[in-house]
């Protein structure tokens, strides 16, 4: 069984920041794609942030300078350092990832159960 954990939401005012964490755990043999989603009330999910294991990373237009992915690959883990957060922020933040694993070695896309992010207007 493999999962992905989230943690780090909250509240912030305007100009403040907040770090996400999505812990990914069970029988992995191996991830490959990480990313961020996040979903506003009445708007599609959109990507926010990717991060292939490779390091490489790609940002949405509307957070690029302000938001930082990066991945640990020795802890199965996944980060979003979110500065300079705006109204405009607020959603539920999704974890995605790309895992096999140990036990039929298919990729599966996985999500995690989504963490708050509300910055107040």
Avoid at 60 to 81: C, E, G, M, P, W
Wanted: overall charge positive.
């Amino acid at each position: 069984q493999v999962q992905l954990v989230e943690s780090g939401g909250g509240l912030v005012q305007p100009g403040g920041s907040l770090r996400l964490s999505c812990a990914a755990s069970g029988s992995i043999f191996s991830i490959n794609n990480m990313g961020w989603y996040r979903q506003a009330p009445g708007k599609e999910r959109e990507l926010v942030a990717a991060i292939p294991r490779d390091g490489r990373t790609r940002y949405a237009d509307s957070v690029k300078d302000r938001f930082t992915i990066s991945r640990d690959n020795a802890k199965n883990t996944v980060y979003l350092q979110m500065n300079s957060l705006k109204p405009e922020d607020t959603a539920v933040y999704y974890c995605n990832a790309e895992i096999r694993s140990r036990s039929s070695l298919v990729l599966y896309n996985y999500w995690g159960q989504g963490t708050q992010v509300t910055v107040l207007s």
